[in-house]
């Protein structure tokens, strides 16, 4: 029965916060894969006065920039972009937007979380194909095919405006970004902005754990004055407070599966210390110390826990393996438009501290029975027999 309440304790542990873990891969991935990239490199300013000035913080020296950029280790692709507002018009209504121009070609090593309901991708060659968000498409009711106009102000303050054409309707993680965003080549953005600059340098990274280190390196290497560098997790807000809310979530459920463990391997310690009060009273009759019963209970809980805990992984471990094979449909997450399959990922972390839980809570409901065995009085322990 203790061993039961160990490995059951840590089996709970590792598919509870590998299903966790799974999620906040998934966000974090979709976070990266359809918005963000890993790193972006803008004008120094750019994050807190770029809203309210967007021209006036535009890097002139993009492709010159971008080849130095490239040549750092990790990097897989950087690519150009323009941000800009204006409004799209479908000929009856028109709409407020706020939009991208991208490299089509390089952008699809990016964005692989994006989900297209309708259409596809830019194409490489034709300037003139938009592609738009669900919430876009819905306001002013736009299917693949449909002509388009876009309104906008150029960097030098004039309006100006191209027809385009609809080339996809995608969806992202975020309801939000779809409700405004759409996206356009690079080429027509910047002759609709008139100019040859871009706001931001994105950059894709083999490792999404190297994040850090490249973000270092580039702030050797670029003037601080002259740019700034925001890793993908300073700009996803809402990551980020997802991340600090299951955080708590966390330290809540190592407290209660720490405490069940303790609750069933004390009473279970009790009920087998109680029958082996005679063999304790004979112990120390034959002359063994108080400290040698205490230290003899102490190592049995060991083992049990060690053994609890090493099962615990193991059935932790099937059941990760064969709920990851079958995968659970999920409803979509908050602010997002649609749903996703959960899988159960298993972290060496988590299973490092999944075993250190099993082990700990083993030891530390031993000590009050293994106390109260080996300060029984030795005739009154014998009596047992």
């Given at each position: 029965?203790?061993?039961?309440?160990?490995?059951?304790?840590?089996?709970?542990?590792?598919?509870?916060t590998?299903?966790?873990?799974?999620?906040?891969?998934?966000?974090?991935?979709?976070t990266?894969?359809?918005?963000?990239?890993?790193?972006?490199?803008?004008?120094?300013?750019?994050?807190?006065?770029?809203?309210?000035?967007?021209?006036e913080?535009?890097?002139?020296?993009?492709?010159?920039?971008?080849?130095?950029?490239?040549?750092?280790?990790?990097?897989?692709?950087?690519?150009?972009?323009?941000?800009?507002?204006?409004l799209?018009?479908?000929?009856?209504?028109?709409?407020?937007?706020?939009?991208?121009?991208?490299?089509p070609?390089?952008e699809?090593?990016?964005?692989?979380?994006?989900?297209?309901?309708?259409?596809?991708?830019?194409?490489?060659?034709?300037?003139?194909t938009?592609?738009?968000g669900?919430?876009?498409?819905?306001?002013?009711?736009?299917?693949?095919?449909?002509?388009?106009?876009?309104?906008?102000?150029?960097?030098?303050?004039?309006?100006?405006?191209l027809?385009?054409?609809?080339?996809?309707?995608?969806?992202t993680?975020?309801?939000?970004?779809?409700?405004r965003?759409?996206?356009?080549?690079?080429a027509a953005?910047?002759?609709?902005?008139?100019?040859?600059?871009?706001?931001?340098l994105?950059?894709v990274?083999?490792?999404?754990?190297?994040t850090?280190?490249?973000?270092?390196i580039?702030?050797?290497?670029?003037?601080?004055?002259?740019?700034?560098?925001?890793?993908?997790?300073?700009?996803?807000?809402?990551?980020?407070?997802?991340?600090?809310?299951?955080?708590?979530?966390?330290?809540?459920?190592?407290?209660?599966?720490?405490?069940?463990?303790?609750?069933?391997?004390?009473?279970?310690?009790?009920m087998t210390?109680?029958?082996?009060?005679?063999?304790?009273?004979t112990?120390?009759?034959?002359?063994?110390?108080?400290?040698s019963?205490?230290?003899?209970?102490?190592?049995?809980?060991?083992?049990?826990g060690?053994?609890?805990?090493?099962a615990g992984?193991?059935?932790?471990?099937?059941?990760a393996?064969?709920?990851?094979?079958?995968?659970?449909?999920m409803?979509?997450?908050?602010?997002?438009?649609?749903?996703?399959?959960?899988?159960?990922?298993?972290?060496p972390?988590?299973?490092?501290?999944?075993?250190?839980?099993?082990?700990?809570?083993?030891l530390?409901?031993a000590?009050?029975?293994?106390?109260k065995?080996?300060?029984?009085?030795?005739?009154e322990a014998?009596?047992?027999n």
């Open positions: 029965m203790t061993l039961g309440a160990i490995a059951f304790g840590v089996a709970a542990l590792i598919v509870s590998g299903f966790v873990n799974d999620f906040l891969y998934q966000l974090r991935e979709a990266i894969h359809s918005q963000f990239g890993h790193l972006q490199i803008s004008k120094a300013g750019y994050s807190t006065a770029g809203k309210r000035d967007p021209y913080y535009m890097i002139e020296d993009a492709d010159k920039r971008a080849a130095e950029i490239g040549q750092i280790g990790s990097i897989v692709e950087v690519l150009p972009r323009i941000s800009f507002s204006g799209l018009s479908n000929g009856r209504t028109t709409y407020p937007i706020i939009g991208e121009g991208i490299d070609q390089k699809r090593k990016l964005s692989s979380y994006m989900r297209f309901s309708a259409g596809g991708a830019l194409p490489d060659k034709d300037k003139f938009i592609i738009v669900k919430g876009v498409a819905s306001a002013l009711d736009l299917h693949v095919g449909d002509p388009v106009v876009m309104l906008l102000n150029t960097r030098g303050g004039a309006l100006n405006s027809d385009f054409r609809i080339g996809g309707i995608f969806q993680f975020s309801k939000e970004f779809d409700e965003a759409v996206r356009i080549p690079l953005a910047q002759e609709l902005l008139s100019t040859q600059a871009v706001h931001t994105v950059l990274l083999s490792d999404t754990q190297r850090d280190e490249v973000a270092a580039l702030a050797a290497r670029l003037p601080k004055k002259d740019f700034e560098i925001k890793p993908w997790y300073e700009l996803a807000d809402f990551y980020q407070k997802t991340v600090d809310l299951y955080q708590r979530y966390f330290y809540v459920l190592y407290a209660i599966i720490l405490g069940l463990v303790l609750l069933g391997v004390a009473n279970n310690l009790n210390i109680y029958e082996r009060t005679g063999e304790f009273g112990l120390m009759a034959l002359g063994n110390r108080r400290w019963v205490f230290r003899l209970i102490l190592i049995e809980t060991l083992f049990l060690m053994i609890g805990s090493v992984v193991v059935l932790g471990g099937g059941f393996a064969v709920i990851s094979a079958v995968g659970i449909p409803p979509p997450m908050p602010n997002t438009n649609t749903g996703y399959t959960a899988y159960i990922r298993v972290v972390l988590e299973v490092f501290r999944s075993l250190f839980i099993g082990l700990t809570g083993s530390v409901a000590l009050w029975p293994a106390q065995a080996s300060q029984r009085e030795i005739a014998l009596r047992h």
